[in-house]
């Protein structure tokens, strides 16, 4: 998907850029992260902070029509979202935050981010200076498939949102979904919304009974208290 | 993809415009005036009917308006630019009217200290007027205006290009829809004042300097040499100057000694002193220098992002990681300035060890870069009726 959209921007063909359709780019966006385009409201601002080569970003934009721009640290990510036509900037991800002044922006996306990042618990109250709202999503330690390798193999798990192996894994701040709301309790943050959710068969579903316990990952929206 | 050796524009020719006749001259910052001004450009590509497909290229220190193509069939080198503008590259003339014009001061056809004053018959050497990058934007913007382009869609250029490119966006916003400043600075360091200042005391120690009227008699060649010697110094990276020389020896096996050229590096600098010689006036070199100490975009205010608070394009700016004569930092100093002000700006610090030179050399990458960004220039930046 990503590069039949390279080739067509690059051809020039702009009107057909401007009309690709809205499946395409829907398809282009990891399954994880769909929820996120029904969350967000027509015309918002939106800052994705690590926003990879920016499929949440280019959805947003085009079928949500928000004004976008993300931070991205790797240069062929950020090649990407160039090419997209988005507007992104290039390093680390609490690089100039303070450039944002508060509430600026109707939205601030966190996807995937926060385990990999030394002190997540600063870039979550900025993401919840700056945005309105903050849209964050975290892999679940909780999940029974991490719980089970851990307690029956004794080895240290790895599931498809976790890959990696224990030493050369970037993820170096892992969560539950228990830990994180009792974050956002200590940290005057109201959970707008959450969806508990697991991956079956390419779709997301939702997990009602135990997400704790049976969600692969958590989507967060959060907003300061007043 | 921009093709970097193929597709050449062919054969251009420089263009001459003259403007500012007494008693219309053009007003400087330093408060003289300067007239006639002659600028010299080169266009390529066609302009389309609405006269929206127009991208300003801006040179650097010692540059000139003969940025892609060649003059004659037999030349040996191609314009500065050539790997980045023509068919099918990244300024693609199949598409984009390019235009670029010498800066006042220069000795590359424009009005400089080397051409004639008429009121005297002779060279006006250091009566030329103290000109600035806003002085050197305000004539292009005359030149533009005379070919009838309303807005620009993009204005670009690395080092003083970029500074020049960072004046268009700030003194005249409506006029200029996506802005790329490349490995620039909103304002010249103390450091590289310092770098310029040695540059013109090389020149200005010359016995043939003669306060700047030697004119018709021998330059001031050495005082020049040495002046781009340290330029190239400040253009290169500790880490391009070991790649590139390492301690080699220059053809020979053993050091011999003496004062004679031993190292590798010493004898590039001697070449490209004695080449730049023969291209460039002495007098240019220091008006041009000078323009860029004066360059302190955050002036009057002293707040930069008050400054860029007039702008209205949208911006890509890029930065080279090795590059210590304008950091990355001073780069992140604009972006931060535009992103304050609520502007649309693209932020890419490209890895390179090539240092200051980078934005010459780096042609992949730049060249993925402003393609795609120019892609969607009819979906950002500043609209004219807006």
Redesign the interface.
């Known amino acids: 998907m990503r590069t039949s959209w390279i080739t067509r ?2 051809l ?1 063909l ?1 009107s057909m850029s401007n009309d690709v359709k809205e499946q395409d780019i829907l398809q282009s966006v990891p399954t994880e992260l769909r929820r996120i385009i029904d969350i967000v409201e027509p015309g918002s601002k939106v800052l994705d902070l690590g926003c990879g080569e920016g499929h949440l970003l280019k959805a947003l934009q085009k079928i949500k029509r928000a004004r976008v ?1 993300g931070i991205e640290l790797s ?1 062929v990510a ?2 990407e ?3 997209k ?7 680390d991800l609490d ?2 935050l303070s ?3 508060d509430k ?1 922006m109707d939205y601030v996306i966190l996807t995937n981010t926060l385990q990999v990042l030394h002190r997540p618990d600063k870039l979550i109250m900025e993401a919840a200076r700056i945005g309105k709202k903050a849209v964050i999503s975290i892999p679940n330690f909780g999940y029974w498939r991490v719980r089970f390798q851990l307690m029956f193999w004794g080895t240290m798990p790895k599931t498809k949102g976790l890959p990696f192996d224990w030493y050369d894994s970037p993820n170096i701040h892992l969560t539950t979904i228990h830990d994180f709301r009792r974050f956002c309790g200590e940290h005057n943050l109201e959970i707008v919304s959450e969806m508990d959710e697991v991956i079956g068969g390419g779709e997301a579903k939702t997990v009602t009974t135990n997400p704790n316990f049976f969600a692969d990952y958590a989507i967060f929206v959060l907003q300061e208290k007043a | 993809m921009g093709n970097s050796n193929s597709n050449s524009v062919g054969i251009v020719e420089t263009q001459y415009f003259t403007f500012a006749a007494p008693p219309r001259e053009m007003e400087l910052e330093c408060g003289r005036k300067l007239g006639p001004i002659v600028l010299a450009y080169e266009t390529y590509g066609t302009m389309n009917e609405d006269k929206s497909n127009c991208i300003l290229i801006e040179h650097a220190l010692s540059g000139d308006a003969h940025v892609a193509g060649k003059h004659h069939a037999d030349d040996s080198t191609a314009g500065w630019w050539d790997s980045m503008v023509g068919p099918g590259k990244a300024f693609d003339t199949e598409k984009y009217f390019v235009i670029c014009s010498n800066v006042i001061g220069s000795c590359k056809g424009s009005s400089g200290p080397g051409s004639i004053n008429i009121e005297t018959g002779m060279a006006y050497g250091m009566d030329f007027p103290i000109v600035t990058i806003k002085d050197m934007v305000k004539a292009q913007k005359v030149l533009i205006d005379s070919l009838g382009i309303e807005q620009l869609m993009c204005v670009v250029g690395g080092s003083m290009g970029g500074m020049q490119a960072l004046e268009w966006a700030v003194t005249y916003p409506e006029c200029v829809r996506m802005v790329i400043p490349i490995a620039t600075t909103a304002r010249l360091s103390p450091q590289s004042i310092a770098f310029d200042a040695v540059g013109r005391h090389a020149i200005m120690a010359d016995p043939n300097w003669k306060f700047g009227d030697y004119y018709g008699s021998e330059p001031p060649r050495q005082g020049l040499a040495i002046a781009r010697m340290i330029g190239h110094i400040t253009y290169l990276s500790d880490k391009s100057m070991h790649n590139k020389f390492g301690r080699g020896l220059q053809n020979k096996e053993r050091p011999s000694y003496d004062f004679s050229t031993e190292f590798q590096v010493e004898s590039y600098l001697n070449y490209k002193g004695d080449a730049f010689v023969k291209r460039f006036d002495a007098n240019s070199y220091l008006y041009i220098s000078k323009a860029m100490d004066y360059f302190d975009l955050a002036e009057p205010s002293g707040e930069l992002r008050t400054e860029l608070s007039r702008a209205k394009a949208a911006f890509l700016v890029i930065s080279f990681s090795s590059d210590w004569l304008f950091p990355p930092y001073m780069s992140r100093e604009i972006v931060s300035a535009l992103r304050r002000n609520n502007l649309d700006v693209s932020y890419a610090e490209i890895q390179s060890d090539y240092g200051h030179d980078s934005f010459l050399l780096e042609v992949e990458v730049l060249s993925r870069l402003i393609e795609n960004f120019l892609d969607y220039a009819d979906q950002v930046g500043a609209k004219i009726d807006e």
Do not use: W
Request: proline share 0%; aromatic share 12%.
């Open positions: 921007t690059r020039g702009k721009q240069d950020m090649q979202c160039i090419a036509g988005l507007f992104v900037y290039h390093g690089e100039g450039d944002f002044s600026c």
